[in-house]
């Protein structure tokens, strides 16, 4: 072979034939162009011969000596190379093979969404005309090079989702062009954000999410006055928000979720009125929430959520015209709920649940004609559910429980006609359950436990095929058991206990194929346990203590071989109890 070429491999070899033969036939000018154009063709094609075979093979139209019209290859007017475009290719390599100096003229390296492997080398730092590099998604590693403050035609500087160690390179300061910027989920990065990030006035996106930093916000975030998305999620971040992010009126998203950011929230927040979405949840922020904040006319997503906010939440929130979730659970906000909530009619949900808001549901609630969400529980509410609810025909998860609620639930109810899941328990409520509640035929949940409901089982709830989980327990509901339920094809869990059902256990329970629990104790049971209950072959949990049942315990309740608690205490059995029957816990007497 050609011994004058040691390093090249058959490729470029070929690629080196045709140079010479254009050589001799085309003109000084087109020549100077070509030979360019081969050295490049020649970089790359060394960069590929190191790729994996797999690989390769993807790259198969790389041959020649005219890389502009290759696979992810694009050229300049000059026929230079001046981009590189591998996205979602499917590639797996490094980039320590590939010889920047060879492609001065690049400015775009976009690939993101392979396995290229290894460390961004120093030489990346040649490639004065860069303006985009995207390698988000794939799996460099090591530190990120000091080099990359060189490339200071950066617009686009994507290193997310990759295995970085390290610091944020205090050198990005020098890349005053850059508008996105983004290291986001490299869970190996620590340090905290360099305040000189704030000398890049042009940045429109700032996404360092997932990525391990500490510290705190940097006051001089309020000189990006052109940022759109500020993303912080999910870092180790303390300290106040500075008030200077009221600055960024530009900002749609703000996002410092869980952090440990602490202080309250700066009045300042008023100023940002382009936001969309606030997220602030899951850190250590306290104080009331700011009126300001009604001041955030675009605003459709307010998360507050586990933190330490107090006070009442502010009658501004009322002129959040285009919120359409409000999540302020899990915090120590107390006073009543503004009946201004009212106004906000695209809410589709709202969470205050564990909290300690007192006082009413404002009948103003009926206007939420979108709602779909309404979750209130775990507070301090007291009076009755106002009438107004049932204009909320959208409804598919109401959720009260554990509040201060009395009085009986008003029979507009049944016009929520979406209503899936329905949680009432630990309140006050008395009466009788509304008689339609499952009319449409869409209730999946409903929990009453520990109230004063009284009367019988609703008939429209006896034939409710949808039921998934009821729980009456708890109440002083009456009623031949036989005569008040059915058979629930999709019923996983049931339980009546502590209530006044009497009459015999029905056979019928045998063909809820997939119960896995049933509690009835603590009622006037009378008669013998059906064998055909040894049908239920998902039953996990059976609890008849505490009724006045009477016979044999059949036998056939040893195939429910799922059983892991077995109660029958406290009842007047005869014979023996069947020895077949092996469960976790089992008390017969
Ligand atoms: C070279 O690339 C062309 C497409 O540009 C392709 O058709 C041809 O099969 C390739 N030749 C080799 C030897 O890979
Ligand atoms: C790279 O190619 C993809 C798909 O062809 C395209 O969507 C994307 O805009 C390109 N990226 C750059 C920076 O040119
Ligand atoms: C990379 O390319 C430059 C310019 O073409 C050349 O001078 C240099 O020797 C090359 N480096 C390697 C390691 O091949
Ligand atoms: C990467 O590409 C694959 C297939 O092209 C796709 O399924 C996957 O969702 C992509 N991942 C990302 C993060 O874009
Ligand atoms: C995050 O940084 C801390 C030190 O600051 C380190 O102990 C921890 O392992 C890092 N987490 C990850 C996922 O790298
Ligand atoms: C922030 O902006 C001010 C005024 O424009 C400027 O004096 C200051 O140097 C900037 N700070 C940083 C860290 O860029
Ligand atoms: C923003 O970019 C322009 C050029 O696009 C540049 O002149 C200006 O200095 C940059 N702004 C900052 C704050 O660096
Ligand atoms: C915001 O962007 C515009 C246009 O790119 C630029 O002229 C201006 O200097 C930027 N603002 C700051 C504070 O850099
Ligand atoms: C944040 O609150 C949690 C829970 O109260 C506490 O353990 C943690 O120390 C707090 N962190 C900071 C930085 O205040
Ligand atoms: C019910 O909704 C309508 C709009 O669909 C509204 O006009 C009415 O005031 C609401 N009723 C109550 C009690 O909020
Ligand atoms: C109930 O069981 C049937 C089969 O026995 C199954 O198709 C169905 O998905 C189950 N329903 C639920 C809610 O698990
Ligand atoms: C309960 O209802 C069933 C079915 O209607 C009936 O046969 C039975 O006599 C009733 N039991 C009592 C105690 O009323």
Redesign the pocket.
């Known amino acids: 072979m050609l011994p004058f070429f040691p390093r090249l491999n058959p490729m470029k070899l070929l690629a080196m034939c045709c140079l010479l033969l254009m050589s001799v036939t085309t003109s000084m000018t087109t020549t100077s162009v070509a030979i360019q154009g081969n050295e490049e063709a020649y970089a790359l094609l060394d960069w590929k011969a190191s790729f994996e075979k797999q690989s390769q093979a993807l790259l198969s139209s790389w041959n020649g000596s005219d890389p502009c019209h290759w696979v992810g290859i694009a050229c300049d007017h000059s026929k230079s190379v001046s981009s590189l475009n591998f996205t979602?290719f499917?590639l797996r390599g490094t980039l320590q093979t590939l010889n920047f100096s060879s492609l001065p003229n690049i400015h775009t390296i976009a690939m993101?969404?392979n396995s290229f492997y290894g460390t961004i080398p120093k030489q990346i730092g040649v490639l004065s005309n860069l303006d985009t590099l995207d390698v988000h998604?794939n799996q460099f590693s090591g530190f990120i090079p000091k080099q990359i403050g060189s490339l200071s035609k950066l617009t686009v500087l994507d290193l997310g989702?990759n295995n970085f160690l390290g610091n944020i390179p205090q050198e990005t300061k020098h890349l005053s062009n850059l508008k996105y910027l983004a290291f986001a989920y490299n869970n190996n990065l620590r340090g905290s954000i360099p305040a000189e990030l704030g000398m890049l006035g042009n940045l429109t996106d700032l996404r360092f999410e997932h990525c391990n930093l500490t510290g705190s916000i940097p006051t001089t975030i309020g000189n990006l006055t052109n940022l759109s998305v500020l993303n912080l999620n999910d870092n180790h971040l303390d300290g106040p928000i500075p008030r200077e992010i009221g600055k960024l009126v530009n900002v749609k998203y703000l996002w410092l979720q869980n952090n440990e950011l602490s202080g309250s929230i700066p009045q300042e927040i008023g100023l940002m009125t382009n936001l969309f979405q606030l997220d602030f949840s899951s850190n250590n922020l306290s104080g009331c929430i700011p009126s300001t904040i009604g001041n955030l006319s675009n605003l459709a997503y307010l998360y507050l959520f586990q933190n330490f906010f107090s006070g009442s939440i502010p009658d501004e929130v009322g002129k959040l015209y285009s919120l359409t979730t409000i999540q302020l659970l899990t915090n120590n906000l107390s006073g009543t709920i503004p009946p201004s909530i009212g106004n906000l009619v695209n809410l589709n949900s709202i969470l205050l649940r564990d909290n300690t808001l007192l006082g009413p549901i404002p009948s103003t609630i009926g206007k939420l004609v979108n709602l779909v969400l309404l979750d209130l529980s775990g507070n301090m509410l007291s009076g009755t559910v106002p009438f107004s609810i049932g204009n909320l025909t959208k409804l598919s998860k109401l959720v009260l429980l554990s509040n201060e609620l009395s009085g009986e639930i008003p029979i507009e109810l049944i016009k929520l006609t979406e209503l899936e899941d329905l949680q009432l328990a630990y309140n006050h409520f008395n009466g009788q359950l509304p008689h339609n509640i499952c009319t449409s035929g869409n209730l999946a949940k409903l929990s009453a436990t520990n109230n004063y409901f009284t009367g019988v089982v609703p008939s429209s709830l006896k034939n409710c095929s949808s039921l998934v989980r009821l729980r009456l327990d708890g109440n002083q509901i009456t009623g031949n058991i036989t005569e008040s339920f059915n058979v629930y094809p999709n019923l996983d869990y049931i339980d009546l206990s502590e209530n006044n059902f009497h009459g015999h256990l029905s056979s019928k329970w045998g063909k809820c194929s997939n119960l896995t629990c049933l509690r009835i104790s603590n009622n006037n049971l009378s008669g013998a346990i059906p064998p055909e209950l040894g049908e239920a072959t998902n039953l996990q949990e059976l609890d008849l203590s505490s009724n006045h049942l009477t016979g044999a315990i059949p036998k056939e309740l040893g195939k429910l071989t799922l059983m892991i608690q077995l109660l029958l205490s406290n009842n007047s059995f005869s014979g023996n109890v069947p020895i077949q029957i092996s469960v976790g816990f089992f008390s017969p007497l």
């Open positions: 979602k499917g993101s969404n998604y989702a």
